[in-house]
């Protein structure tokens, strides 16, 4: 009796695992980074950089088509503070439902301004160590590679050349609050235009916001990006407008070049330039570095740089 109750349930397990579409993939960066007079922790200004990320994706469908599905994302990253290496770390979970041109995301999702189409542009560098997003310091709904993540909801319908899609977090922040965000984006040829706005309710009777609009697209061995867009901040009770350019270019088959710029407007903004090349070596290897520098305010800039080798798998 127990050796048929042992096998049945071998057998089921086995069924299950059978019938689950399981997936793993992700990618792995190393090498050198270094920033001019590092403060953080005594850290020297040069250090060894690295990460690894594995997306671990589970999906089934239903007879009618509906498509269930979840992630978590295990990942690695150097400790800028002592410049070692950290330990990895699984985040935050986060579950889907897809039918036709609707994907409904719950748990540690993405919002909606952080999936804007061309909102992080090209980013150079090894690490993306910076973007043409840089003047804007509104904190949307994201997804965490790290952590818990937040506990929303993520909507977006496609029809087409057109899209939308919206989410909503409550509790912002840890806070008595929530906030949400909403964006509409349309291809025309090799054009894309989206716009999107976020609000945030803090719980202490103000709240912030910001509008983006973002454009992006390709030419033959040239794309582009631009970005730009205008923010409340509550704590000091004024309204910012930040911009930005990023552009990619392949000289051949195996090399681009990357380039990135942005700008706040406001006194404290920081502003970031940067070049980056890419060079592939083949089989999802490549060769990736970048310089640039970052100020903010009035300060003097900053200089940033890196270089080192990048694998997907």
């Given at each position: 009796?127990?050796?048929i109750?042992f096998a049945s349930t071998?057998l089921?397990?086995?069924?299950g695992v059978?019938a689950a ?15 001019e007079?590092?403060?953080v922790g ?7 950089v ?6 671990i ?5 239903t007879?009618?088509?509906v498509?269930?599905?979840?992630r978590v994302?295990?990942q690695?990253?150097e400790d800028?503070?002592s410049?070692?290496?950290?330990a990895?770390?699984l ?10 041109g609707?994907?409904v ?7 909606a301004?952080d999936?804007l189409p ?16 840089s ?7 994201g997804y ?10 993520y909507a977006?319908y496609?029809?087409?050349d057109?899209a939308?899609a919206?989410?909503?977090d409550?509790a912002?922040?840890?806070a008595?609050?929530?906030?949400f965000?909403?964006h509409?984006a349309y ?9 999107a ?10 709240d912030?916001d910001m ?8 030419w033959g061995?040239?794309s582009?990006?631009?970005i ?9 009770n004024?309204?910012?407008t930040?911009y930005?350019?990023s ?5 051949s088959s195996?090399?681009t070049?990357t380039?990135a710029?942005g700008?706040g407007s406001?006194d404290?903004d920081?502003?970031n330039?940067?070049?980056g090349?890419?060079h ?6 490549s060769?990736r570095?970048?310089?640039g520098?970052?100020?903010t ?5 900053q ?7 990048q694998?997907?798998?």
């Amino acid at each position: 009796m127990k050796k048929i109750l042992f096998a049945s349930t071998a057998l089921v397990a086995t069924a299950g695992v059978a019938a689950a579409d399981v997936s793993f993939g992700g990618y792995g960066r190393f090498g050198v980074g270094y920033v001019e007079d590092r403060t953080v922790g005594g850290t020297s200004d040069t250090v060894i950089v690295s990460r690894f990320r594995m997306n671990i994706d589970a999906s089934a469908e239903t007879d009618a088509g509906v498509k269930f599905s979840a992630r978590v994302r295990m990942q690695a990253d150097e400790d800028a503070a002592s410049g070692e290496a950290n330990a990895a770390g699984l985040n935050g979970a986060r579950f889907s439902v897809e039918y036709g041109g609707l994907r409904v995301d719950v748990g540690n999702v993405a919002g909606a301004i952080d999936n804007l189409p061309n909102y992080y542009g090209n980013e150079p560098g090894l690490e993306n160590f910076m973007g043409q997003y840089s003047g804007a310091d509104y904190d949307f709904i994201g997804y965490s590679s790290g952590g818990a993540g937040v506990n929303g909801v993520y909507a977006r319908y496609a029809v087409g050349d057109f899209a939308v899609a919206a989410a909503y977090d409550q509790a912002a922040n840890g806070a008595d609050g929530d906030r949400f965000d909403i964006h509409a984006a349309y291809t025309f040829g090799n054009i894309t235009a989206a716009l999107a706005y976020g609000e945030t309710d803090n719980g202490a009777g103000s709240d912030y916001d910001m509008t983006v609009l973002t454009l992006g697209g390709s030419w033959g061995a040239f794309s582009g990006t631009l970005i730009v867009g205008d923010e409340s901040v509550a704590a000091v009770n004024e309204s910012d407008t930040f911009y930005g350019i990023s552009a990619a270019y392949d000289v051949s088959s195996a090399t681009t070049l990357t380039f990135a710029y942005g700008d706040g407007s406001g006194d404290g903004d920081t502003r970031n330039i940067g070049l980056g090349v890419i060079h592939d070596l083949g089989g999802g290897v490549s060769l990736r570095g970048g310089i640039g520098e970052s100020k903010t305010g009035n300060a003097d800039g900053q200089m940033r740089a890196d270089f080192g080798a990048q694998f997907s798998f």
